[in-house]
């Protein structure tokens, strides 16, 4: 299992940023898929859920901000992110877990300042 997450980088508050993560390695249509991140000196926390039926679900921090969803076809999940706020300064990972294992990718930075 492979995850590979893109996209991060250095924007302004109230910009935008679109996050992907390409998975191999497993039936990617059949899991649900995450992304988390972590600031400095902070826990890992939930930003946003997708399960394999499309259902989403959002950390109360992103909600109304982010968006994920996941292309089958293309093996990716997707994290839009709108009006970046410098909190929103983190590592982004994408995470699933299939039965009783965990898969992390490497992370992409993503930093919002002036």
């Known amino acids: 299992v492979q995850l590979v997450e893109s996209g991060g980088g250095l924007v302004q508050p109230g910009e935008s940023l679109r996050l992907s993560c390409t998975a191999s390695?497993?039936?990617?249509?059949?899991?649900?898929m995450s992304w988390y991140r972590q600031a400095p000196g902070k826990e890992r926390e939930l930003v946003a859920v997708i399960i394999r039926g499309g259902t989403t679900d959002y950390g109360d921090s992103v909600k109304g901000r982010f968006t994920i969803s996941r292309d089958n076809a293309k093996n990716t999940v997707y994290l839009q992110m709108n009006s970046l706020k410098p909190e929103d300064t983190a590592v982004y990972y994408c995470y699933t877990r299939i039965d009783v294992n965990k898969y992390w990718g490497k992370g992409t930075l993503v930093t919002v300042s002036l």
């Open positions: 390695g497993f039936t990617f249509s059949t899991y649900a």
